[in-house]
């Protein structure tokens, strides 16, 4: 058994005799005896070696596919050796939330890159320090919007997921939730109601490209707020948040240099107008000067938070995911402007060259609207068959929504050859 | 230190991508980005240099001593990290199809077996992704609760006036008001004023144990008994659960819902500030109100079920996996034994560094503490002026990471020491040292420590103007 402590037994009986005790239980003794364990029912203890063996054993029980071809939130895409190599830093790892500016602004600083590329990306004013995942950065985006109106309004083709989560969030604070019909796909604010904020996703989880900028002004006009949750690979060559008018930018930013995980750790971002500064919930982190003049990162805004306002804070988070901030922060850097582009551009191109395979072999798309790196096919009665077919193959299909339709992805990490395989063993389905 | 965006220069990138195997789809202009994308551009050699030099300005437990009450900084295995990092683990989709995913649903069902065992609960979920988040999950189970059994009068929770600034938050985040109730003289829950507030319109008291002083909550039993008969559900704050581990199980001391702190109690390294992980488990009268999906063994094989009624999801998948499985790591490691003089261990290493300190550091007087303890430095303050602050900085020059200043709100000039079990004595008695050299320091030169650190990486900040003329990227 391996227990990580660094006592030896003669200094713990040395310490035992400076606090004025005879043993450890002693310790303990404003414990009502009868409600102490006598042992807890668990494994023995292992070494190190054992540890590690077991859990080789039990890794085994996943499958990790060759090439996947599934989305629906969570993305496979390249990450950088450089990326994994930097966020394994110990003092990054072990540091904990950087209270403490005069030795944290390391990493302090790293946030505010963070923050500065995640308004670069959106256009937006300001961002936080980050959110525990998309889908949680949505919900905390909604309620920015209910100050006056407690009505967000959304469709039916966000991610499920996310609309799961949104209920969870919005109906227990007495928020009302609608969900309207989304048309071929696509969302449509047809409604008569009074909200406070509408909940967009573009791309949305059918991989269409939503007229943003139109349902925004609606919005507007109705004296409610925006809220735009977008894949942030799409910033590389689709318009902004700003450009599109929206008040509050959320999204998962899993694909920036995430590894899918089985779903997390994941890192939502979330970011907005300078208006809406004062609300935003989570940790943001500012510039200043320290008492000699020179330049210093510290948490700033904190009159939001819940350790100063308890419970008058704008939300209750206090961790949330720093270390994946700085995965994303050294992903963008890595990557930059031009190599985000491209791993839009591929994912993209990609998506449209495994659509256009699948019709030809009888597929159908089963929406008209422009598509980004997420389509979806129409084969009646033979979506699991494909899904089986190409896990014989090793290969991760699309999501079955329903018997007949698939929702596919892909990533620059498809090419011509994995794809014509994939349209060639559909092709057998069909 | 320049910023990345500083030392970028045009022309210049780190990571290149294999060249596009299929023609190349062009998008409406109507659509595309006009706005020009700012992004470093950097050789990767700009980047490693640029991030080592901030991880240089970083201070994590593998740099030093981290007393930082309330947040059990413990050395952190590097096994746990090489299992998680696994490709099996890590390159797995969520949405991947049963079979392919066995060993993460065994895995995350092994998971919540150990932690039901070590609370003393009936069912868990995973699914929340840090501490706050755990307690609003839990507190929406105690909502559905009440609403379920037709009583929907239980509007409130009540909080004690030494609690986490997180758990009144996460009441109105999970639609509660809060009512606070007093602390009495020896620092626990004042019993005649939790007479006073519990009603029928209470929902839950939420409580740690060990308390945020560091003490042991003698009276949990009565209190379970009168927030109980009234109707009300117990609530516990895992914060504190590193004291008691294979001690004293939350669920035996009549707690109906806790969320413990993976990143604290369970050895996952915090990152700066997460990921975290906050499960949450409870008795099995509120099993059926857990979020979907929950985990099932039906023969050999595991599986995602759901529940009707469940509160739904509280965030995207199924939690932040990747720290499950350090998580685990740590407790198969360390077996039931292992977990038991952990705890003790922390109890141990807390009560001799008061011990080395409590002469000059005032603190509950005549108690043993718990795995952490709570000084005040009032008194010093009033004699020299020099504050918990200024003794907090002054250890930064020491190369030791600040205790937890200024909480409980309830202790004036409080600092918060929570050694952890994985400290040696020569680092404890380095700490008294200090301290002690410290105290002597404030009555001597107390503009030496008013101005500290003097060997940081920056001087004080001014945190007024921060938050004044917010410059926020």
Known sequence: MADYLSLTNEEREEMLKVIGVKTLDDLFDDIPSHLRVKNLNLPEGKSQQETYEFFRELAKKNNVYDSIFRGAGSYDHFIPSVVKNIVSRNEFVTAYTPYQAELSQGILQSIFEYQTMICNLTGMDVSNASHYSGATAAAEGCLMCTDKVKKIVTFDNINPDNLEVLKTYLLVRGVELTVLPSKDGKACLDTEEVFGGVYIESPNFFGLIEDVAALAEKAHEKGAMAVLNANPVAYGILKNAKELGVDIAVGEAQPLGLPMSFGGPYIGYMATTAKNMRKIPGRIVGETVDTEGNKAYVLTLQAREQHIRREKASSNICSNEALCALTVGCYLSAVGKEGLKEVAVASVSNAHYLAKGLEKKGASLKYKGEFFHEFVTVTPGKAEKINEALKKANILGGLVLDNDTILWCCTEKANKKSMDKVIEIAGGVL | ?473
């Open chain 2, 1 to 473: 230190m320049k910023t990345i965006f500083e030392i970028s220069r045009e022309g210049k990138r780190a990571v290149t991508f294999a060249p596009l195997t299929v023609e190349e789809y062009k998008f409406d202009e109507a659509l595309e980005r006009k706005e020009d994308l700012v992004l470093p551009a950097v050789a990767e050699v700009d980047l490693v240099r640029h991030y080592m030099a901030l991880s240089k300005r970083a201070f994590g437990v593998d740099d030093g001593f981290y007393p930082l009450g309330s947040c059990t900084m413990k050395y952190n295995p590097k096994v746990n990290e090489e299992v998680a990092s696994l490709e099996q683990f890590t390159m797995v989709h969520p949405k991947q199809d049963n079979d392919s995913i066995q060993g993460s649903l065994e895995l995350m069902s092994d998971l919540s077996g150990a932690l039901c065992e070590i609370t003393g609960m009936d069912a868990i979920t995973l699914q929340p992704c840090a501490g706050a988040h755990g307690e609003y999950t839990g507190l929406q189970l105690i909502k559905a609760y009440h609403k379920d059994r037709g009583d929907d009068k239980r509007v409130k929770i009540i909080v004690p006036d030494s609690a986490h600034g997180t758990n009144p938050a996460s009441a109105v985040m999970a639609g509660f008001q809060v009512v606070s109730v007093k602390s009495n003289d020896e620092k626990g829950v004042d019993l005649e004023d939790l007479k006073n507030v519990v009603g029928e319109d209470t929902a839950a008291l939420m409580l740690t144990n060990p308390t945020t002083l560091g003490l042991f909550e003698k009276n949990i039993e009565k209190i379970s008994e009168i927030v109980h008969n009234a109707g009300g559900l117990l609530y516990y704050d895992g914060a504190n659960l590193n004291a008691v581990m294979g001690v004293v199980r939350p669920g035996d001391m009549g707690f109906d819902v806790v969320h413990l702190n993976l990143h604290k109690t369970f050895s996952t390294p915090h990152g700066g500030g997460g990921p975290g992980s906050g499960p949450v488990g409870c008795k099995a009268a509120l099993k059926k109100f857990l979020p979907n999906p929950v985990i099932v063994k039906n023969g050999e094989k595991y599986e995602f079920v759901n529940s009707e009624k469940s509160i739904g999801k509280v965030t995207g998948n199924y939690g932040n996996f990747g720290v499950m499985v350090k998580a685990l790591a740590y407790i198969y490691t360390l077996g039931g034994e292992g977990l038991k003089n952990a705890s003790q261990t922390a109890v141990l290493n807390a009560n001799y560094l008061k011990a080395g300190l409590e002469d000059l550091y005032p603190t509950e007087e005549g108690r043993h503490c718990m795995h952490e303890f709570v000084c005040s430095l009032q008194k010093l303050k009033d004699e020299t002026g020099v504050s918990a602050m200024d003794i907090a900085k002054s250890m930064i020059d020491g190369r030791i990471h600040p205790p937890t200043m200024y909480f409980p709100l309830i202790v004036h000039e409080a600092l918060m020491f929570e050694p952890t079990e994985t400290e040696n004595k020569a680092t404890l008695d380095n700490a008294i040292e200090l301290l002690r050299g410290l105290y002597k320091k404030a009555f001597e030169n107390p503009e030496e420590l008013h101005s500290a650190p003097h060997t940081g990486q920056i001087k004080r900040p001014d945190d007024v103007r921060a938050a004044r003329n917010p410059i926020l990227k």
